[in-house]
């Protein structure tokens, strides 16, 4: 049907901006990624203060958002920008639990552009709880991010499918 091609046609666009948007973010250095995930957590609402901290000696938090207006719930975050190919573990979790630590704060997102083993994936399992709770985002989460808050992309064609209304020809027309 030409629903479905239509279905079809735009899966495989979003395929290839999938892509191409994992090739730009790739291509970007680390500095600029740690920017970059700041503004997207602050797209996605987590606050409108969002600092990012030195290059260096940041004490293995890359970025602070308030959580609220006054700042008493804060989001510590963590930027890996890493080969799509290579694997956060565990130890990166234990020292960002520890950074969470000593910057008192109890919510953290550790997003990479690599994957997160299974004992990294356990590790957080373990940390979550009521006291403390890290997130996870691999490459390909953060680049449905990207996509969802338009981060990076923009809307360039928006099509309108019309459908005929039966409603209005049944009831709508009746006195």
């Known amino acids: 049907t030409p629903y479905n091609k239509i279905d079809s046609a735009l899966e495989q666009l979003d395929k290839r901006l999938s892509d191409e948007l994992f090739e730009a973010v790739a291509k970007i ?8 995930v700041t503004k997207l957590v602050e797209k996605m609402g987590y606050g409108s203060l969002t600092k990012v901290t030195k290059k260096s000696g940041d004490g293995g938090i890359d970025g602070i958002v308030n959580g609220d207006k006054f700042g008493f719930d804060k989001v510590c975050i963590q930027a890996k920008h890493w080969q799509s190919d290579s694997s956060v573990g565990s130890p990166e979790i ?11 704060a109890k919510k953290g997102v550790f997003i990479t552009t690599a994957k997160f083993s299974k004992s990294a994936r356990d590790e957080v399992k373990r940390i979550n709880g009521p006291n403390k709770t890290i997130a996870l985002v691999d490459g390909n989460r953060l680049i449905d991010l990207m996509i969802e808050h338009n981060l990076g992309v923009f ?21």
């Open 29 to 36: 250095d680390d500095y600029a990624f740690e920017r970059l």
């Open 94 to 104: 234990r020292n960002f639990s520890g950074s969470l630590d000593v910057y008192q």
């Open 155 to 175: 809307v360039s064609r928006t099509y309108e499918v019309k459908t005929i209304d039966t409603d209005f020809f049944d009831e709508g027309l009746s006195e």
